[in-house]
């Protein structure tokens, strides 16, 4: 059965820092191109970053030079470093995990709230 579970979300001031983090299971890791979207209360999901299975790497407008997604083949683990946090970054981050079209996983997703 295949889990993309996520972590690290929360509470954070703005200009704070988190570090999101999606462990998967159930399928083998280092095939599969990796991404984290968010979706704001009203708002359609939208790509935050992405990270190919060689380590292309592909950011929102919205979050270049502040958001850095990395992978760990060896932890089955995706991140997303978020720093410098606005409040427009608020939403519930979710990762995917896809080879092609054809084989397409979501997390849950986890909660990033932006407020002082």
């Known amino acids: 059965q295949v889990r993309l579970v996520e972590s690290g979300g929360g509470l954070v001031q703005p200009g704070g820092s988190l570090r999101l983090s999606c462990a998967a299971v159930?399928?083998?890791?280092?095939?599969?191109?990796m991404g984290w979207y968010r979706q704001a209360p009203g708002k359609q999901r939208e790509l935050v970053a992405r990270i190919s299975s060689v380590g292309n790497t592909d950011y929102a407008d919205s979050v270049k030079g502040r958001c850095t997604i990395s992978r760990d083949n060896a932890k089955n683990t995706v991140y997303l470093q978020m720093n410098s946090l606005k409040p427009e970054d608020a939403a519930v981050y979710y990762c995917?995990?896809?080879?092609?079209?054809?084989?397409?996983?979501w997390g849950q997703g986890t909660q990033v709230t932006v407020s002082s």
């Open positions: 159930g399928i083998t890791f280092s095939i599969y191109d």
């Open positions: 995917k995990a896809n080879v092609g079209s054809r084989y397409n996983y």
